[in-house]
C-alpha cells in the first residue's frame, strides 16, 4: 500500500496536494482498494461554494457507492473531466489523479490534516 | 385426509433431536404465554375433494360476467394464449428472486427483452427490469429529477393526471422538503401558457415536471413546445405515457421528455382487481445511474460466452443504505415477463395495428354516443382509448340500467376524486370491444336517458 511525500492526508483516506492557494485532492492507494474496481465518479461543478466536510464527490465501484468529503472550504476551482470515461484511471494511479481542486477560503484548516507518516501509521492501525 | 405436510413423525424427531429440543412447542418458548394461540381454530372440518369442487363451482356460478366499457387506469384488452401459456411455465412462477446469473440465465434474457421493448416504444434508451405500478415509477422519476439538480424541490405535476398518481406522489413526498406545485387545466387539458408561467415562478429551484398523456380524461395533452420550455427553465421533462399508445402516438422521446413512466397493464395483462401489473421507466444516459431498480445488462462470462447480470447495482439501495435515494428494491417480473411476451406476441406491425385499433373502435362508440345519443363530451379534441362525456341524468338509473344490460358502461371520475364534477363519465373502448357490444351499448345508453 502506497503512501506518497509531500501531501497531506485525511483520516477519510483523501489526499491533498497543495500549490498555493489551491488544494487538490485525490483519494489514497488504501481508499482505491477498498473501494475495488471503480466504473462511476461524480465530480462537483468548478464554482460550487464548498464547506469543509460538506459531500462533494461521489464515487461508485462494482460492489460500493461512497461519498467523498471536501477537507477544506472554498469553491471548486477544477474537475478532472476524464474521470467520466476513464473513472478506471483512479485504481491504476491513486495519487497521480486528482479528482478535483479547491481554491481555499482558509488555508489553516490544513493543519489538522496528517502527513505521510502519521497516516501510514493511522492506516497500519486500522487494519 | 393427508394434510400435506412432508414431515413424518420420525423426520421430525430427528430434527428436534439434531438440535436439542424436545418437542416443536419448545420451539415458540419465547413467545410468551399470554399471547400463544391455544384453542381450536374455527374451522369447519375437511372436505372431500369432490365436495370441495362443487362448493366451489356453486359460488363461481354466482360471478356475473359483464361487457367492460370502463378504464380509469385498468383496460381490458385482447391477450393471446401465449402469454398465459408462458408466464405459467413453473420456471416462470415460482422462482423468488431469480438474479443469480448461474442459474437465471432464462428470466435475466427474459427481463432485459422486456427492457429493450420499453426502450423501443419510449425511444429512449436506458430502461429497467420494472417497477411496482404507474403510479411509483412517476414518483420514482420525480425523485430522480429532485436528486438530479442541487438545491432543486419543487416539481410541477400536470392537474391531469391519474387520481391515484396525485395520491402516491403525495405519500412519496410528504415529509421531505420538496413542494409539487399543479398545472392546473383548461377544459380537460394543461396548456402551455400555464406550464411557462408556473416555470416562472418556480425559478431556480425547480427540478421537473410530469405530465400524463393521455390524461385522466382519456384526452391526449398537446405537448408541443413543453420540453423546450422546461428545459430552458433548466429543468428535466417526465412524460407518463400509456403504453398501448406508442403503437400509434408520439413517443415520450418525441415529445423531448427525459424520463418516460407509466403502467404496463394494458400491455397483456387482465384488469383483475386493480392488480397486479408492473410500472416501466425509462431514460437517458445521463440520468442512468439516478434511475432506482434492478437492470440486467448483456455481458460475457468467464468463458467469454454471452450472459445476462444485473448490472450496475452500486445504485441499488442495499448497496448505498444511508446514501440511498429510493427505497425500491424489487420489481414485478412475472408481470413485466407478460408484458414482453405480449409485446413479441404482437411485433412492432401487431402493436401498431392494435393501437390503431383502440383508436377507431373509442371513436366510433364517442360519435355515436354523441350524435345518436346527444350526450356531451367533456373535452373535445383528440384521445386515445377513453373519453369523457358530461351525464346530467339520474346516476342511479344510467348505473341500474346498465348492470340489468349486463354491461359496465365506463367510470364516474368523481368517484376516483371528489373534485372532479359529478357529471363526468369516462367510457373506455378497446380493441377487444364488437361491433354487436358498442350497438348493445347504444340500446342501452337510449334506455338509460329515457
Same mark, same amino acid.
Given at each position: 500500500?502506497?503512501?506518497?511525500?509531500?501531501?497531506?492526508?485525511?483520516?477519510?483516506?483523501?489526499?491533498?496536494?497543495?500549490?498555493?492557494?489551491?488544494?487538490?485532492?485525490?483519494?489514497?492507494?488504501?481508499?482505491?482498494?477498498?473501494?475495488?474496481?471503480?466504473?462511476?465518479?461524480? =465530480?462537483?461543478?468548478?464554482?460550487?461554494? =464548498?464547506?469543509?466536510?460538506?459531500?462533494?464527490?461521489?464515487?461508485?465501484? =462494482?460492489? =460500493?457507492?461512497?461519498?467523498?468529503?471536501?477537507?477544506?472550504?472554498?469553491?471548486?476551482?477544477?474537475?478532472?473531466?476524464?474521470?467520466?470515461?476513464?473513472?478506471?484511471?483512479?485504481?491504476?494511479?491513486?495519487?497521480?489523479?486528482?479528482?478535483?481542486?479547491?481554491?481555499?477560503?482558509?488555508?489553516?484548516?490544513?493543519?489538522?490534516?496528517?502527513?505521510?507518516?502519521?497516516?501510514?501509521?493511522?492506516?497500519?492501525?486500522?487494519? | 385426509?393427508? /394434510?400435506?405436510?412432508? !414431515?413424518?413423525?420420525?423426520?421430525?424427531?430427528?430434527?428436534?433431536?439434531?438440535?436439542?429440543?424436545?418437542?416443536?412447542?419448545?420451539?415458540?418458548?419465547?413467545?410468551? %404465554?399470554?399471547?400463544?394461540?391455544?384453542?381450536?381454530?374455527?374451522?369447519?372440518?375437511?372436505?372431500?375433494?369432490?365436495?370441495?369442487?362443487?362448493?366451489?363451482?356453486?359460488?363461481?356460478?354466482?360471478?356475473?360476467?359483464?361487457?367492460?366499457?370502463?378504464?380509469?387506469?385498468?383496460?381490458?384488452?385482447?391477450?393471446?394464449?401465449?402469454?398465459?401459456?408462458?408466464?405459467?411455465?413453473?420456471?416462470?412462477?415460482?422462482?423468488?428472486?431469480?438474479?443469480?446469473?448461474?442459474?437465471?440465465?432464462?428470466?435475466?434474457?427474459?427481463?432485459?427483452?422486456?427492457?429493450?421493448?420499453?426502450? %423501443?416504444?419510449?425511444?429512449?434508451?436506458?430502461?429497467?427490469?420494472?417497477?411496482?405500478?404507474?403510479?411509483?415509477?412517476?414518483?420514482?422519476?420525480?425523485?430522480?429529477?429532485?436528486?438530479?439538480?442541487?438545491?432543486?424541490?419543487?416539481?410541477?405535476?400536470?392537474?391531469? #393526471?391519474? /387520481?391515484?398518481?396525485?395520491?402516491?406522489?403525495?405519500?412519496?413526498?410528504?415529509?421531505?422538503?420538496?413542494?409539487?406545485?399543479?398545472?392546473?387545466?383548461?377544459?380537460?387539458?394543461?396548456?402551455?401558457?400555464?406550464?411557462?408561467?408556473?416555470?416562472?415562478?418556480?425559478?431556480?429551484?425547480?427540478?421537473?415536471?410530469?405530465?400524463?398523456?393521455?390524461?385522466?380524461?382519456?384526452?391526449?395533452?398537446? #405537448?408541443?413546445?413543453?420540453?423546450?420550455?422546461?428545459?430552458?427553465?433548466?429543468?428535466?421533462?417526465?412524460?407518463?405515457? !400509456?403504453?398501448?399508445?406508442?403503437?400509434?402516438?408520439?413517443?415520450?422521446?418525441?415529445?423531448?421528455?427525459?424520463?418516460?413512466?407509466?403502467?404496463?397493464?394494458?400491455?397483456?395483462?387482465?384488469?383483475?382487481?386493480?392488480?397486479?401489473?408492473?410500472?416501466?421507466?425509462?431514460?437517458?444516459?445521463?440520468?442512468?445511474?439516478?434511475?432506482?431498480?434492478?437492470?440486467?445488462?448483456?455481458?460475457?462470462?468467464?468463458?467469454?460466452?454471452?450472459?445476462?447480470?444485473?448490472?450496475?447495482?452500486?445504485?441499488?439501495?442495499?448497496?448505498?443504505?444511508?446514501?440511498?435515494?429510493?427505497?425500491?428494491?424489487?420489481?414485478?417480473?412475472?408481470?413485466?415477463?407478460?408484458?414482453?411476451?405480449?409485446?413479441?406476441?404482437?411485433?412492432?406491425?401487431?402493436?401498431?395495428?392494435?393501437?390503431?385499433?383502440?383508436?377507431?373502435?373509442?371513436?366510433?362508440?364517442?360519435?355515436?354516443?354523441?350524435?345518436?345519443?346527444?350526450?356531451?363530451?367533456?373535452?373535445?379534441?383528440?384521445?386515445?382509448?377513453?373519453?369523457?362525456?358530461?351525464?346530467?341524468?339520474?346516476?342511479?338509473?344510467?348505473?341500474?340500467?346498465?348492470?340489468?344490460?349486463?354491461?359496465?358502461?365506463?367510470?364516474?371520475?368523481?368517484? #376516483?376524486?371528489?373534485?372532479?364534477?359529478?357529471?363526468?363519465?369516462?367510457?373506455?373502448?378497446?380493441?377487444?370491444?364488437?361491433?354487436?357490444? #358498442?350497438?348493445?351499448?347504444?340500446?342501452?345508453?337510449?334506455?338509460?336517458?329515457?
Amino acid at each position: 500500500m502506497n503512501v506518497e511525500e509531500g501531501l497531506k492526508y485525511t483520516e477519510s483516506h483523501e489526499w491533498i496536494r497543495v500549490e498555493g492557494d489551491t488544494a487538490l485532492i485525490g483519494i489514497t492507494d488504501y481508499a482505491q482498494e477498498s473501494l475495488g474496481d471503480i466504473v462511476f465518479v461524480e =465530480v462537483p461543478e468548478v464554482g460550487t461554494i =464548498v464547506a469543509k466536510g460538506d459531500e462533494a464527490v461521489n464515487i461508485e465501484s =462494482v460492489k =460500493v457507492a461512497e461519498a467523498v468529503y471536501a477537507p477544506v472550504t472554498g469553491t471548486v476551482k477544477d474537475v478532472n473531466e476524464d474521470l467520466e470515461d476513464a473513472p478506471e484511471t483512479i485504481n491504476k494511479d491513486a495519487y497521480g489523479t486528482f479528482i478535483y481542486s479547491i481554491t481555499m477560503a482558509d488555508p489553516s484548516e490544513l493543519n489538522s490534516y496528517m502527513d505521510a507518516d502519521a497516516y501510514k501509521a493511522f492506516v497500519d492501525a486500522q487494519d | 385426509m393427508i /394434510p400435506y405436510i412432508p !414431515h413424518s413423525q420420525a423426520e421430525i424427531s430427528a430434527m428436534l433431536d439434531r438440535i436439542g429440543a424436545a418437542s416443536v412447542d419448545d420451539l415458540f418458548v419465547d413467545i410468551p %404465554e399470554e399471547l400463544r394461540f391455544s384453542r381450536p381454530i374455527d374451522l369447519p372440518g375437511s372436505m372431500a375433494e369432490s365436495d370441495v369442487m362443487n362448493l366451489l363451482a356453486a359460488m363461481a356460478n354466482e360471478n356475473r360476467t359483464k361487457t367492460l366499457f370502463a378504464g380509469g387506469g385498468q383496460y381490458d384488452h385482447v391477450i393471446p394464449s401465449v402469454v398465459s401459456h408462458l408466464t405459467g411455465r413453473a420456471e416462470f412462477v415460482t422462482a423468488y428472486t431469480p438474479y443469480q446469473p448461474e442459474i437465471s440465465q432464462g428470466i435475466l434474457q427474459a427481463l432485459f427483452e422486456f427492457q429493450s421493448a420499453i426502450a %423501443e416504444i419510449t425511444g429512449l434508451p436506458v430502461s429497467n427490469a420494472s417497477l411496482y405500478d404507474g403510479a411509483t415509477a412517476a414518483a420514482e422519476a420525480c425523485a430522480m429529477v429532485l436528486n438530479a439538480k442541487r438545491k432543486s424541490r419543487i416539481v410541477l405535476t400536470a392537474g391531469t #393526471l391519474h /387520481p391515484h398518481t396525485k395520491s402516491v406522489l403525495g405519500t412519496y413526498f410528504a415529509d421531505l422538503d420538496v413542494e409539487l406545485v399543479e398545472l392546473p387545466e383548461t377544459s380537460g387539458r394543461v396548456e402551455l401558457s400555464t406550464l411557462t408561467s408556473a416555470l416562472e415562478s418556480a425559478g431556480e429551484e425547480l427540478a421537473g415536471v410530469l405530465v400524463q398523456t393521455p390524461n385522466i380524461y382519456g384526452a391526449l395533452e398537446d #405537448l408541443t413546445g413543453w420540453s423546450d420550455a422546461v428545459h430552458a427553465a433548466n429543468g428535466r421533462f417526465i412524460v407518463s405515457a !400509456h403504453p398501448l399508445s406508442l403503437g400509434a402516438l408520439a413517443s415520450p422521446a418525441e415529445w423531448g421528455a427525459d424520463i418516460a413512466v407509466g403502467d404496463t397493464q394494458p400491455l397483456g395483462l387482465p384488469p383483475y382487481f386493480g392488480g397486479p401489473s408492473a410500472g416501466y421507466i425509462a431514460c437517458g444516459k445521463d440520468l442512468m445511474r439516478r434511475m432506482p431498480g434492478r437492470i440486467v445488462g448483456e455481458s460475457v462470462d468467464a468463458d467469454g460466452k454471452s450472459a445476462f447480470v444485473l448490472t450496475h447495482q452500486a445504485r441499488e439501495q442495499h448497496i448505498k443504505r444511508e446514501r440511498a435515494t429510493s427505497n425500491i428494491c424489487s420489481n414485478q417480473s412475472l408481470a413485466a415477463i407478460a408484458n414482453v411476451v405480449y409485446l413479441s406476441a404482437l411485433g412492432p406491425t401487431g402493436f401498431a395495428q392494435v393501437s390503431e385499433q383502440n383508436i377507431s373502435a373509442a371513436a366510433e362508440l364517442r360519435r355515436r354516443l354523441i350524435d345518436e345519443i346527444g350526450l356531451t363530451d367533456y373535452v373535445p379534441g383528440p384521445v386515445f382509448n377513453e373519453f369523457t362525456l358530461r351525464i346530467s341524468a339520474d346516476r342511479k338509473k344510467w348505473d341500474d340500467t346498465f348492470a340489468d344490460c349486463g354491461i359496465v358502461p365506463g367510470v364516474w371520475l368523481s368517484d #376516483l376524486d371528489e373534485s372532479i364534477p359529478a357529471d363526468l363519465f369516462s367510457v373506455a373502448v378497446t380493441e377487444k370491444r364488437t361491433a354487436t357490444e #358498442l350497438d348493445a351499448y347504444i340500446a342501452c345508453a337510449r334506455e338509460a336517458l329515457s
